[in-house]
């Protein structure tokens, strides 16, 4: 079990530029890349893509307005955004179905039409921990 804790505790870390500072705080800009945009091909092909990202991050050292900066957050973390954002919606979204299907005689528009608003309050329910999620998911940065 510890061995399993221990790969669940590796960092995950991207590169970026740090875009403005404040006090503990850096808004950093990293390139998020997909698995093949580092293909030799990926000029014939269309599937390459890459997309920038913001993000505030909590800054390990001094940093400015324009240093490469490696942005980290706990592999974890991942998967429990993972876990919040798509698992546990689709687990509502299937329970509602199962016990609408089986407890009524709705039809199957009624029924996905219920399961949907199922997801989006669910999301809304979310949305009440912002602040103590955002406590939760800390991303650091270190000078490369």
Known sequence: MQSLLCIMDELIRHTGVVMSTSERMAHVQIVQTSACSACKAKS??????????EMDVIMLEPMQVGDKVEVEVRE???????????????????????????????????????????????????????????TQFTFTARKL
């Open 44 to 53: 014939m092909c269309m599937s390459a893509e890459s997309q920038a990202k």
């Open 76 to 134: 974890r973390l991942a998967w429990k955004a993972v876990l919040l954002a798509y698992i546990l919606p689709f687990i509502v979204m299937i329970g509602i179905i199962a016990a609408l299907d089986f407890m009524t005689e709705w039809s199957e528009a009624v029924i996905g039409t219920l399961s949907l608003c199922g997801i989006a309050l669910y999301y809304i329910g979310l949305s009440f921990f912002k602040h103590r999620l955002q």
